[in-house]
Structures are given as C-alpha cells and as structure tokens.
C-alpha cells in the first residue's frame, strides 16, 4: 500500500474552510496554498499571467491528508464535482463485510493521495490490473471519500445492533416527497468529491470493483456546480438560477456545536463522526422558468442577481424577518430562507454541501435536473425539523420533488494506516 | 443585443491547438494567454504560487471569439466539459425554423461572450426572465457552441432540399452496432464546451427554452474528461484507462486537407464548414475490467501506462506496423491503432473531440459508462470507411457497443453580428 501524501505545512482540519490544503506538485514540489475558496472574500488579489497548463497541474497535485479526526469531504472546501454512491451489502457474513471495509479504508488512502489503487509490479502484463487505469496521472485532484453506514447495515445480518447510534433510523416519511424505492436507501454510502470529474468517478468504480462480490451499487447520482466558487463569485448557484449556500454553516464553533456528534451517540467510533443525509431533489425546471422574476424572489426570500436578502441589499446582509416594507414582511414569513432560517428554528443549523445534477431528459422529454442534497449534521432530526417545516409550508414545493433519500452515519476518521472504517465492529 | 467579447490581442481561429485565445479578466484586464493545452507540450514551465482563486479566475474569464471563418469547437483546444444535444424540429413552416436559427444565433454569441440571453432591464421584476439564470457571474469559461443540421432537415417539411449538400446522408448501418433509435438522429444538433459543466448545461438549456415551441430535444449526452489535458498529462485517458487521441489530427495542413469543407459540397454555405459525426459508445466496463493488461495493451496496440505503440516506447513514437518482436508483429493488425491508421486507411484522418461520459447505472445494475466519441470531417464518409473497418475487425468490439449516432453538417462560421446559421436558406 503507498501512504497517502504527506501535508507540506503543519495543516489542521479545524481550519474550517479556509482552503488549508497541501499542495504537492508530482515531485514533492511545494507550489503553494489553495487561496480561500469558500472563505467569502472574492477574488480581490492582484493577479501574475499564469498559463493554463500552470494552473492546471496546480489544481491536479490538490491533495487532502487522509488520516484525521474527521473523514475529508465534510468540512473540505467543497470540490467542483461529486459522485455521490450508496451500495448494497450482498455478502452474508461479519467477516466479508470486514474485508470490504478493510480494503476500502487502504484504497481511499491511495486514491485519495493520487496514488492508483494496489502496488504497481514491474513486468505485470499478465496480471488483471489492481486499478483501472483512467486517473492514471492525473493527480489526486483534491479528491475526498467519505464513508457512511445506513441505518440498515445495523440490521440482524452481520450482529451489528449493539454498535447501532441512538437516534438511527431511517428519515421519516415528510409532506412534499415522493420517492424512489430505486433512489432511496442502502447500507453503505460513498460522496466522492474531486476537482475532477474522472477522478471521482474513477475512485467509486474502483471501490465498487474490488467489493463486486460482496457488494452491489443501489443508486449513483453525479453532481457538478461548485466550480463557480472560486472564480467570479464565491457562493455556487443552483439551477432555478439562485445563489445556494450563503447561510451555510461557516465556523468551526458551528462545527462543534452543529455538525460534529461527540457522546450523545453512546458510540465511541461515531465521536468526531457525522451524520449524511442525501436528498436527490428533482427540479420543475419548465415550470419554474415560466415564473416571473418577482415571484421567484418572492419564493426564496433574496434577489436573483446580488442574492441579497429582500430586506437588504448585499448578498451577506443578515435577513431582517421583521422588516416591513408598504406595511408587508420584506422577507415573506413563507419563503424559502424565513422557514429554514436557524432564527426561527430554535437555532438548528445544518452544514450544506450539494450539488447540482442533470440526467438529461426524463421519460417525456422534459430537462431531468435539480439538487443533490447533502447535509451533515450531528444529529439527523437537525434535518428532519427542516424540511417538515419545507415540505408544509414552502412555496418551492411547486417546482421540485425530493425523489431520492438516504441517511448515513458517517464515523469519525481514521488515525492511521492500518486502522480501518468499522474495526471496532469486529473486535 | 449584446456584441460578444472582442479578442484581447489578434487571435485567429487558424492557429490550431495552441491555445491562442484571448483571455479577458472581468473588468477588462488581460491576464496572459493560455499554455498550449493540447500541443503537445508537458507542463514544464517553473510554478510560480497562485491562489486556487485566481486560478479559477482565469479560466472563468477564458473567451473564445464567435465571429469568424469556422464555427467554435472545432479546431478550439478541447475543453473539459460537454453538453450535446440532438433536436427535432416539431416547427411546420419555413419562417419559423428560420426564427429559431436567428434567435439562437443572437444567444450563441451571447453566451459565448459571457452574457446573459437577452437584454437585462432594470425594474424587471414583473417579467419572465430572458436568461435562466445558473450560469450569472461565472465567465463565459471558454464556452463554444456549435450548430449542425442532420441530413432529415433537408426533406420536404421546410424545402431545403435545394440546400441538402452532395454526399449528405444519414451514416449506412455498420457492423458492430445496436442503436437505439431514442439517441438516433436530429434535425439540429448543438455541441456545447466549457471549462465548467454548468456553463454549458446553461447554454443548451437556454437555447431550448427559447425555442421551445418550435423544437423538442432529442436525445443528450453529458461528456468529461478533457481535464486532464492541462495537468500532469498532455493527453487524456478514455473510461479503459488507455490515452485517447495521442495521434490525432494537429496541424492546419492537415486540417484543410482533412476537416474544412470546400466547394466540393456544391453549397456557399458549407465552405469552411464540417461533417459533424456523433457516435455514443456503451463501454462494458467490467468486463473490460476483468482483462489482463497484456491483452487490453495487445487490442489498442499501445502500452496503458505510457500509452507508447507496441513497437516503440515513448507515447508519440510513431507506430511501425512492420516491426516484429520474435517473429510475430509488434502492433497486432487486428489492435485499434492497426486498424484505423492513416497509414493503412489511404492516408484517412479525422478530428477527434470526443469526451467520456457515464450515466450512473443501467437497468441490470452496471456502470452505464463509456465514449461520446465526436469527429469532424470534410465528409462523413472519412469516419464511415474507418469505422466499417472497426466494426469488422477491431477486437475492442468485444468490449464496446455502439449504441447512439448523428451525422450533421456544420456550416461555416458567421461574419459578423446579424447574420445568422441558414440565412441561405430563406434568402
């Protein structure tokens, strides 16, 4: 197994968002620190004629240190590409469902340090390839995998009830979904997140092919849409056409106290862990380009353009609720931002990490796009309360439909080569 | 209207492949011009640090000229993402498919400047908006949109047969083919590429909206995989993990002899123009998977890792399809790059643009993955007379199925602002 690259500066994930990756060019080479991605400032610093193919390889040698307190791809600056994967376990005892846990855990510290997957032999002509080759080179792309345990996995196949956290279960059934058995569920979950889409891809196929036996791929959904961060603008827009994110969770005592589960679980592995949940949300999109701009302002609760509040002018002004304007809230109390707002829900917050999706077109020809959902949050009822209070009352809910869903219990990070995802499971 | 963005510098379309596009910061300001993304070159030049902010910046910003001899994304450095599009018109009069060819050519240079579809009015909060908005503030990121008309355009429906090219007609039926008829054909076809996959998905849905009445999509694919390109690769890797495109077409020589129609077509309206050729190949990726390296490397004829010819050792050697090791030929006859060479082809070439391209999974289960494999040619019956030969030969098709197919001509560029694709027709 190759060790995953190493940071080139003392590095700390608590340095939440601030783009604190390690950048090790393909000889060792130090090129420098990822500007402030997701930080909020824009990009203001003078700029040196770089050449494309500078730039390129810059972004290529992106590479996130593995082992850690926490698994990457939660408080990550978001990556411009997800894969996102939830599999099925086929195999039929503890021990298989060790292995797939054990070989994953080695192959996503390779990957995810660049390397491919398996020791490359000299003279290896007759041998199947450990790894399938298409990344080859590439980098590791600021490549994140992120691991999770559904709900089901705790079942009575593999004796795993007792390792179950409190409060896991599945989501419960919520006004404004209808979903897909085909889209819903699974007993492990992979978000592959990278600056590439090939490098994402090539990292879930490769897990999906070295378990192939022992587990089968439930439902695969690809996202894109988070480039934009870094360059003109710094919060990513959706495809109804609005910024998406401003609100999001941005320090690290909204981490400790939002997103990271500590004791409370009763679960040692899951301490410094987090829960997913997924939600792949179809998008009216004929139907939503019909509406005037007004309305669709009026909907989310911002402007279109700036993404300012309604009752302000500036994208991060705080959204005053009570700010009238001609007698009438400027923020109307059923709009998007006003019902999700942690002000009026006893300060629940989640930490937002989606992306958006298109499939082409659906069955009758219409565009097949919208919002693969993702969340963390230390517990999953932070997202329940949410969207109970969404699919009641939003006025989006004419033009999107939640038709995939799945949460996942996602454990802590690993310490070190050698440890693995689930070890505890099997002592 | 808004005019799209002059060149910073004098660009012409002609210098081939050397990245010779203007690159305009947003307030103006020329950051450099692009490295020569896919000449050849590796990525040698010393690195000076630079903010991932800037980065991004710079190939946000990154435009290519609308106006001009050729239509974009033909002879345009590959970008990294694809959004392809097959309509049928569902118009019945003349004057209405000329509405759709005028409007759409206004919003092709639009959006390839970076601008929004439409003229923004300020106060507009009462109307439906021009533009959909995902793709505001993020740079025209190298976006090139190229039209074509597929060969049913020029039946009885809109009188056009007087237009209809010499030599144009659907592509014959080949052996090694399934096709659905679902990703068939098309009376119009628009290839979209950017540096971020929202651009383009921004622009092929805008065109569609806008013309909503008069056409219906058809079929759509979703391309990557061109990233790599820049970085630590000159050449990227199709989804079987081998270099794609290592001898393809490169030079201006070449193409005039090769892509650029001339007046052999009989229509003023096809010289400077292209055949455009669309193939969507379904790779079986896990029986591919299964291979030995020795095999995979003996069918292409190349090695995976260097992506060097069986008879040489460096990824641009040119093949010997004489050499011998022990007797037998180095690169087997039947191997892919055996097979489709210039030199056994009558001095044959086309110009390769495709991107990979994966749909998740299919119905039984499996990575839905492969090549939209994209060609331009001076006629379609360059890429007809190489692929005859794949399909009766090629040992890849064991492992590849082609399942989707358009052929289109793509007219010459437009002059200037106010001419539009087909104005010939309605003269």
């Not at 040698?61 to 894969?83: A, K, R, W």
């Not at 300012?308 to 991060?316: M, Q, V």
């Not at 949050?377 to 997202?383: S, V």
Request: aromatic share 8%; glycine share 12%; charged share 20%.
């Amino acid at each position: 197994m190759t060790e995953p690259t190493e940071p080139t500066a003392g590095v700390s994930r608590r340095k939440f968002f601030s783009g604190s990756a390690a950048l090790a060019g393909a000889g060792g080479m130090a090129l420098g620190v990822a500007g402030a991605l997701a930080s909020g400032a824009a990009a203001s610093a003078p700029t040196e004629p770089v050449s494309d193919v500078e730039r390129m390889a810059a972004r290529a040698n992106l590479s996130y240190p593995f082992y850690g307190e926490h698994q990457g791809g939660i408080d990550t600056p978001p990556q411009d590409h997800l894969v996102f994967t939830a599999f099925d376990v086929t195999a039929t005892s503890p021990t298989e469902l060790q292995l797939v846990l054990a070989k994953w855990s080695a192959a996503m510290a390779e990957m995810t340090s660049g390397a491919p997957v398996g020791k490359v032999e000299p003279g290896r002509e007759q041998a199947i390839p450990g790894d399938t080759g298409e990344a080859t080179d590439m980098g590791p792309q600021g490549l994140t995998l992120t691991l999770g345990f559904g709900p089901s996995l705790f079942d009575e196949r593999f004796g795993l009830a007792p390792f179950k956290p409190a409060d896991f279960a599945q989501l419960p059934a919520m006004a404004g979904e209808s979903l897909d058995p085909a889209l819903t569920g699974g007993d492990l979950c992979i978000q592959a997140c990278a600056n590439d889409p090939q490098v994402a891809y090539h990292a879930v196929r490769n897990l999906a092919r070295m378990a192939r036996t022992m587990v089968k791929t439930k439902w695969t959904v690809l996202g894109f849409g988070r480039a934009s961060a870094g360059a003109n603008q710094t919060t990513p827009r959706n495809l109804m056409g609005f910024k998406d994110g401003t609100r999001n969770v941005k320090d690290v005592v909204d981490l400790d106290a939002h997103v990271w589960v500590g004791e409370e679980a009763g679960q040692p592995w899951m301490v410094g862990g987090s829960y997913l949940v997924a939600r792949k949300i179809h998008m009216l999109i004929e139907t939503w380009d019909e509406d005037t701009i007004g309305d669709q302002q009026s909907i989310f609760g911002r402007t279109k353009g700036e993404g300012a509040p309604l009752s302000g002018t500036r994208e991060h002004d705080v959204p005053d609720f009570h700010a009238t304007v001609a007698g009438a809230p400027a923020i109307a109390p059923d709009s998007h931002i006003a019902l999700v707002a942690h002000e009026n829900n006893g300060g629940t917050k989640i930490l937002r990490r989606g992306y958006n999706f298109t499939d082409g077109l659906d069955a009758v020809g219409r565009l097949d796009a919208g919002l693969m959902f993702l969340s963390f949050q230390k517990n999953p009822i932070q997202f329940a309360t949410l969207q109970r209070k969404l699919g009641s009352s939003d006025r989006l809910n004419e033009y999107i439909r939640h038709v995939g869903s799945g949460v996942f219990a996602v454990p802590a990070g690993l310490p070190a080569a050698g440890s693995y995802y689930g070890k505890e499971f099997f002592a």
